[in-house]
């Protein structure tokens, strides 16, 4: 039996003739880099980018049966993408997951102050 139609898992061209990647939403606009906290870690914080910074906390909060992750910084970028590359560039020491850093909160905090000035925010 033959048909032209692909097969379960099979990647087809699109209408440019190129075959489809997994596109990641990228955000170029404003919105916020920010610093959270749980005592479950001590010593380590979360720096990630938000254009929603109280649902994206909620969405922490939902996350945890004791709703206890706490909201330390928070400092508007009109380029938050670029905001977040430059902390990760410039911080990439103390990363040691994803957007988890060990490093004290405060000095997070100043470090996303530092981008912005690098910035000129």
Known sequence: MSSDAPSRGTLTKGPTGATPTKQRRRNHGG????V???PAW???CKV???TGLISRYRTYQTASPHR?????YHR???DVCKAERTFRTLYSGQRRNGEWFFIHP???ANLVDLVAKRLGT
């Open 31 to 34: 919105g916020h880099l920010y």
């Open 36 to 38: 959270i906290t749980n």
């Open 42 to 44: 001590p010593g380590f």
């Open 48 to 50: 990630g980018r938000t």
């Open 68 to 72: 206890d992750f706490h909201l330390h």
């Open 76 to 78: 508007y970028f009109p």
């Open 106 to 108: 405060d000095d997070a």
